[in-house]
């Protein structure tokens, strides 16, 4: 009888861009204010994409360090995925620029776009491809450039991003770690909530659509944070559930990091006390597919996770998308 796969989370790492823009700094360009910032949001500063820097070469300087924590040569990496959804270009994937830039050879690259919800779309594709044998050992990135598509002057959308990028390396393994069990939803029909509209092939960008700002992001916020608290909880408590689990036996949740208000407000539904959610947005904000592997990096750096530990993830993006992922914390025992 074949034992069951799994695939275990065995290096980590991060990149943020060099460029740090405080809520003192927006508040001299837009109306607003350091203390009107951080009691609607909870951030105090975000990192910004300056010169020189790219979707790939956070998510390779993210790579790159994962690769270094495991202890294992790019070589033999058989897979690349980055969850993105502001790549360098429309094509080639972000990922092949990665593979290339890492110099792991002829693993099989592509990216997965999701929005925020992405890097827990990407460990349950991962997990698939360990599973079913396809893949032996991956690196999943979620890297995110979003304020390449922010308004600095709409004071609604510009307070809330950063830039960045975290990833894992994992590992097929018999032991159960890595991610037990997800969950994973979209709605199609509430895209408008929160969109770029132009510059894809529904709407290609022209001089007029430029000046109207349709390059932009924008979103409906009070909308957005009422399905978020809703599909976040609910898909936290459905896959607590589909990993034979009860919420005390979880020792971190870590949010998709939008807005403390969500994160307060999901944690009461699943009466999770303060200390048992990572939050880290006041000083990267909303960093989109980057975010849940950053604050997965820094709690693991802190020591807030150890292994055996249940690690609860769940998210919410743009699409819209939602998922919730349980992973058993830990390497393998070589």
């Known amino acids: 009888m074949s034992r069951e796969r799994y695939a275990a989370v065995i290096g980590w790492g991060m990149a943020v861009p060099q460029r740090l823009i405080t809520n003192d700094e927006l508040a001299q360009r837009i109306d607003t204010s350091d203390e009107w910032i951080r009691t609607r949001t909870g951030i105090r500063e ?46 080639p994937a972000t990922a092949c620029t990665v593979q290339a830039n890492l110099q792991i050879p002829r693993a099989t690259a592509f990216d997965l776009a999701a929005a925020c919800s992405g890097f827990v779309y990407g460990l349950t594709v991962a997990t698939s491809l360990i599973k079913s044998g ?27 991003f950063g830039d960045g990028a975290g990833a894992v390396v994992l590992e097929a393994t018999d032991e159960p770690l890595g991610l037990l069990a997800s969950t994973l939803s979209a709605n199609g029909e509430l895209e408008d909530l929160m969109a770029v509209d132009a510059g894809g092939t529904r709407m290609p960008l022209t001089a007029d659509l430029l000046e109207a700002g349709r390059q932009y992001v924008y979103m409906n916020g009070r909308e957005i944070f009422k399905h978020a608290v809703r599909e976040m ?16 036996d979880i020792a971190l949740v870590i949010p998709h990091q939008a807005n403390v ?18 939050v880290n947005l006041d000083r990267y904000g909303n960093t989109s597919a980057a975010s ?14 150890k292994a055996g530990d249940n690690v609860l993830l769940t998210a919410f993006g743009g699409g819209l998308t939602w998922g919730s992922g349980l992973v058993r914390w830990g390497k393998p025992s070589r």
Do not use: K
């Open 261 to 278: 208000r969500i994160i307060d407000a999901v944690a009461r539904r699943l009466e999770i006390p303060p200390e048992r959610v990572m």
């Open 292 to 305: 849940i592997p950053i604050a997965l990096y820094e709690a693991a750096q802190q020591e807030r996770i």
């Open 233 to 248: 909880s609910d898909s936290a408590l459905q896959v607590i559930q589909d990993a034979g689990l009860t919420v005390d």
């Open 46 to 91: 975000r990192r910004v994409a300056g010169p020189g820097e790219s979707t790939s070469t956070l998510a390779t300087a993210a790579g790159r360090e994962a690769l270094t924590m495991a202890g294992v040569s790019p070589a033999t990496i058989d897979t690349v995925i980055v969850a993105t959804c502001t790549p360098d270009r429309p094509f």
């Open 134 to 160: 396809v893949s032996r050992r991956l690196l999943l990135i979620g890297a995110d450039i979003f304020t390449h598509y922010i308004n600095w002057n709409d004071r609604n959308t510009c307070v809330l």
